[in-house]
T-cell receptor, first 112, second 115 residues
Framework: SQQGEEDPQALSIQEGENATMNCSYKTSINNLQWYRQNSGRGLVHLILIRSNEREKHSGRLRVTLDTSKKSSSLLITASRAADTASYFCATAGMDSSYKLIFGSGTRLLVRP | EAGVAQSPRYKIIEKRQSVAFWCNPISGHATLYWYQQILGQGPKLLIQ????????DSQLPKDRFSAERLKGVDSTLKIQPAKLEDSAVYLC?????????????FGPGTRLTVT
């Protein structure tokens, strides 16, 4: 079963605007990761945030984590057409396997 | 460094036939994963190897799917016999995993169509 659920399922914005995607999960986690998938390609890791962290930045990406609400958000600032992709959150559980459970993803379209 | 390699990239087979996918992880990565991604969904973990031992195969349909990782490097995922619902992209990923949870590096995937 999928633990993370992204919202919205699809998002269309104009180039230069900010894009915000949300992820909710159900059980306690060790960390939460965000991945990007371009059409027909494999996934690319974007950022990892641990359960004891609240916010993390990487370039134009900002991720927040609220463990009390079991939710995370990914903000992409000053979006570009090249940001068009599907974005997935994935949660790693507390057991030693650290296996990832992926959500269903948000499809982002950035219009030039 | 070279990324995760997978082959073939595309495969079309008829139901009840068998198929095999190959994966070569990033050099030095101890952990290897196989995922199934159905169109419009997120990847679902099928099996996780740590070196050549299985860590998790709870979602692997063992009546038709099998996987091995000989010598702790390359891995093969096999489906026999295939069903229509096996149509999906099969993704291989690897990670260091020697000091805790790390990001996973994904290959380009194999798109399987079962007719």
């Amino acid at each position: 079963s999928q633990q993370g659920e992204e919202d919205p399922q699809a998002l269309s914005i104009q180039e230069g605007e900010n894009a915000t995607m949300n992820c909710s999960y159900k059980t306690s986690i060790n960390n939460l990761q965000w991945y990007r998938q371009n059409s027909g390609r494999g996934l690319v890791h974007l950022i990892l945030i641990r359960s004891n962290e609240r916010e993390k930045h990487s370039g134009r990406l900002r991720v927040t984590l609220d463990t009390s609400k079991k939710s995370s958000s990914l903000l992409i600032t000053a979006s570009r057409a090249a940001d068009t992709a599907s974005y997935f959150c994935a949660t790693a559980g507390m057991d030693s396997s650290y296996k990832l459970i992926f959500g269903s993803g948000t499809r982002l379209l950035v219009r030039p | 460094e070279a990324g995760v390699a997978q082959s073939p990239r595309y495969k079309i087979i008829e139901k009840r036939q068998s198929v095999a996918f190959w994966c070569n992880p990033i050099s030095g990565h101890a952990t290897l994963y196989w995922y199934q991604q159905i169109l419009g969904q997120g990847p679902k973990l099928l099996i996780q190897f740590q070196n050549n031992g299985v860590v998790d195969d709870s979602q692997l349909p063992k009546d038709r799917f099998s996987a091995e990782r000989l010598k702790g490097v390359d891995s093969t995922l096999k489906i026999q016999p295939a069903k229509l619902e096996d149509s999906a992209v099969y993704l291989c990923a690897s990670s260091l995993m020697d000091r805790g949870p790390y990001e996973q590096y994904f290959g380009p995937g194999t798109r399987l169509t079962v007719t």
